[in-house]
């Protein structure tokens, strides 16, 4: 006879049974947690990815269609006698004339607007390079065939003297071939200046005294006197003289209104070394 089993012994096989039964149960209600209605699945997903993908295709197919006919009347305009530039205008100009603008630009009535827009950067090299008292040129198409050069000019900020002809001197430094019989407006005269080195010297001088002291100095001759070939001469406004150094004027020009209350009458100022003035009438 087969012995008894001791109290509070299982059988194995009967412990597996019991487990897989419980893995039944649990793989059973978690099968009817996903299938239960409202709950998202991917039969229920496919029709909102096709949507999606059917907006996308539309949006995309909408946009080339928005580019392609866009860029068939850009062509079509450009190729078409309506591109050809109808009106040709200048603005900015305040010495230069207008239609030298216009003569160095190169550009004519029925050249095509693409073309020039293409060839701006040529264009604005050309007319800078013609008239080199123009600082900027922008070209604009105005109402589909017409076009404006926008220009600004460098200012002139003065008039080198040689022999007795009148040459305007730019902001930039440069010098132009225009011969003039006499300078015009308020920027001063310079004289006496053959040597480049000592001209730029002379602008800088300029460019450094106070706004109230440049509207004052008529002419600004380079003497060279004394053994000194920094010295130079400036002619007032007012009829005074200031006799200095073209290397430290700059900082001894601003006592030019305190001195000249202290004269009596029109004079000299010699601030060359020290600082003293003269009055013509004691000198004669």
Do not use: C
């Amino acid at each position: 006879m087969k012995k008894e089993q001791k109290s509070g012994a299982h059988d194995p096989l009967q412990l597996l049974n019991i487990w897989r039964s419980y893995q039944l149960k649990r793989w059973k209600k978690e099968r009817r947690k996903r299938l239960k209605p409202g709950r998202p699945t991917i039969s229920n997903q496919l029709p909102q990815f096709k949507e999606q993908r059917s907006a996308k295709t539309k949006w995309r197919l909408a946009v080339l269609l928005v580019v392609f006919t866009v860029g068939t009347v850009i062509s079509l305009y450009f190729m078409s006698p309506s591109s050809d530039i109808q009106q040709l205008a200048v603005s900015g100009t305040k010495s230069v004339p207008d239609q030298q603008v216009i003569n160095a630009s190169q550009i004519s009535l029925g050249d095509n607007v693409l073309w020039q827009l293409m060839h701006q950067k040529e264009t604005k090299q050309r007319i800078q390079t013609k008239l080199p008292k123009i600082k900027q040129v922008n070209i604009k198409v105005v109402q589909y065939n017409q076009i404006n050069l926008s220009v600004s000019e460098y200012q002139t900020v003065g008039y080198l003297v040689r022999e007795k002809q009148y040459y305007p001197i730019l902001e930039n430094g440069q010098i132009l071939k225009t011969k003039m019989t006499q300078s015009l407006g308020s920027s001063p005269v310079y004289s006496g200046f053959k040597n480049d080195k000592y001209l730029k010297q002379g602008l800088k001088l300029y460019r450094e005294f106070p706004k109230s002291i440049q509207s004052a100095v008529s002419e600004i001759r380079l003497t060279a006197g004394n053994n000194n070939p920094y010295q130079i001469h400036l002619y007032m406004n007012d009829g005074n003289e200031v006799i200095g150094d073209l290397r430290t004027l700059a900082t001894k020009i601003k006592y030019y209104p305190v001195l000249v209350k202290q004269m009596k009458g029109k004079g000299q100022l010699d601030l060359e070394v020290g600082a003293y003035s003269k009055s013509f009438e004691t000198s004669k």
